[in-house]
């Protein structure tokens, strides 16, 4: 396990050990890896933002994610 996924995976047990039902997130869409990341420990995109970012003068889309306790 690498160490984003650690990371994440600990923030999401302790976040839904300590009463939280839904965590929402938002990737700007370069960033794959990430994206794959949060999709591979349950996140479902629901939605998109047009232009969410600007990053050195070129504008993202950023996707929403959710991650509901089970």
């Keep these: 396990m690498g160490v984003g996924r ?3 995976a ?3 047990d302790h976040a839904f ?3 939280v039902r839904r965590i929402n997130l938002q990737v700007y869409v370069p ?3 990430a ?3 949060y999709q591979s420990i349950g996140f ?3 939605g998109r933002e047009p232009e969410a970012i600007c990053l050195d003068d070129t504008f993202y889309d950023g ?3 959710s991650l ?3």
């Design 63 to 65: 996707v929403h994610m």
């Design 68 to 70: 509901l306790r089970q």
């Design 17 to 19: 050990e300590n009463g």
């Design 6 to 8: 650690k990371v994440v």
């Design 31 to 33: 960033n794959a890896e």
């Design 35 to 37: 994206i794959a990341l």
């Design 10 to 12: 600990q923030a999401v």
């Design 44 to 46: 479902t995109e629901y």
